[in-house]
């Protein structure tokens, strides 16, 4: 399996406070995804990476932050979290045209 | 804008008997990546099997096998022999090139989740 890791795997926090989601690679991957998925949703893209400094905006990207200062982690901050922003969030990693491999997700629950 | 549709939500199958997900996209491009990735309870996200579009034949992974419709933008999953350890959510994916960036995005479908029934 490819070396990802989410952390933590579960978070319950309160609407209003700051959040941050770990990825970490071990595979030197240039590509890095955060995803949300929900019920009837499947999986929506909220920010990508394709380098280091390097990010642009997926199409749920509004209230959510990323930063990928080296090459294994990609952050992703939810600045003042919401109610809606409760979720299942997956990192998934790939080079080039390879198929995209996830961590195990990380469940969170704003209330 | 390219989409991913997946019209089955649920569908079950006895075990050992085959079954088929559909799965329909929408591209302007010619070049693009599809594949099918298995949600088994465990939340895990495993992938299933890949298919290039500028293959003509259809991607086959043991009991797993595509048909793949270019031409009708259509790519089912056929599971063979069906197991319980079959039971899952599918997502169908679609991988194409950002014109932006140059980086490579996923769209997925919203999965359809599958009973193997003993």
């Known amino acids: 399996d490819a070396g990802i890791t989410q952390s933590p795997r579960h978070k319950v926090t309160e609407t209003g406070t700051p959040v941050t989601l770990r990825c970490h690679q071990t595979?030197?991957?240039?590509?890095m995804y955060w995803y949300r998925q929900d019920p009837g949703h499947g999986l929506r893209l909220i920010h990508y990476?394709?380098?280091?400094?390097?990010?642009d905006k997926g199409e749920v990207s509004d209230g959510y932050s990323v930063s990928r200062s080296k090459t294994e982690d990609f952050l992703l901050t939810l600045e003042s979290a919401t109610s809606s922003q409760t979720s299942v969030y997956f990192c998934?990693?790939?080079?080039?045209?390879?198929?995209?491999?996830f961590g195990d997700g990380t469940r969170l629950s704003i209330l | 804008a390219q989409t991913v549709t997946q019209s089955q939500p649920e569908m079950s199958v006895q075990e050992a008997e085959t079954v088929t997900l559909s799965c329909t996209y929408d591209?302007?491009?010619?070049?693009?990546?599809l594949f099918w990735y298995k949600q088994p309870p465990s939340r895990q996200m495993i992938l299933v099997i890949r298919?290039?579009?500028?293959?003509?034949q259809n991607a086959t992974e043991n009991r797993f096998s595509v048909n793949f419709q270019k031409a009708a933008k259509s790519f089912s999953l056929k599971i063979s022999d069906s197991q319980l350890g079959d039971t899952a959510m599918y997502f169908c994916?679609?991988?194409?090139?950002?014109?932006?960036?140059?980086?490579?995005?996923?769209?997925f479908g919203t999965g359809t989740r599958l009973k193997v029934l003993a």
């Open positions: 998934a990693i790939s080079n080039s045209n390879q198929p995209q491999h």
């Open positions: 298919q290039e579009a500028y293959k003509q």
């Open positions: 595979e030197n991957h240039r590509y």
């Open positions: 994916a679609f991988m194409t090139t950002s014109s932006t960036s140059g980086t490579y995005k996923y769209i």
């Open positions: 591209t302007s491009e010619n070049n693009y990546y």
């Open positions: 990476s394709y380098g280091v400094k390097d990010t």
